[in-house]
């Protein structure tokens, strides 16, 4: 790999833009493509191996008109916001963090906030509207908003659907979810970002419980992420 390229794949790793790099076999030629330069000029092809590889994290090998090109992913890391360090966050944060993501909890109450509560997990108590634009929403970041507390939950989704996040999840019944989207509205979103969100959040597997919930919840977040509908029987 030429030192330009280098330097370029760690330019895109440190602003969290996916990226790959493509070595033609027949010429040992090779060129960066990040994940938002894919377009209209991109042959199909091409773009359609580029958004597998991104999807799935899978570098390889494929042919694009007769010639053979090896696709190298890099992507950056999976993130997982959880807005209320409440007790289904407890359990979710492990989870996540096995399934690869880096797991941020964000609530200014501190009373649930604690190290004794979230040992591993990155902390921050500052208000969502405050702390999230810091963090950073991205392609690779899931956000899951669980205190069922408007002044805290409605300016986290406001922000996540407003990014390219994606995943935006909020617990709460149907009930609860509705009364959320009249909010929601009456605070300027659209249709289209309130169809972001998902909710009730998680697979509909009748999770019963914190940890169960969590389940579903990350379930969901890995089908949303590969691209796959899941189908329960």
Known sequence: MKAAHLHTLSENMAARRPAALLT????GEQQI??????GADTPAALAEALEDGF???KSRT????????FINIYNPPLRLIIVGAVHIAQALAPM?????YDVVIVDPRTAFATVQRFERERLDTRWPDVALPEIGLDTRTALVALTHDPKLDDPALHLA???PAFYVGALG???THAKRVERLREGGMSEEGIARISAPVGLAIGAVGPVEIAVSILAEMTATL????????
Not at 24 to 27: E, F, G, K, P, T
Not at 96 to 100: D, H, R, V
Not at 227 to 232: D, H, I, M, Q, S
């Open 62 to 69: 494929v042919e694009i008109d007769g010639r053979a090109v």
């Open 24 to 27: 033609w076999l027949d010429s």
């Open 33 to 38: 493509i990040r994940r938002d330069e894919i």
């Open 96 to 100: 996540a963090e096995q399934a690869g």
């Open 161 to 163: 659907v407003a990014s």
């Open 173 to 175: 019944s149907t009930r």
């Open 226 to 233: 590969r691209g796959k509908k899941p189908e329960l029987g």
């Open 55 to 57: 999807r799935t994290d």
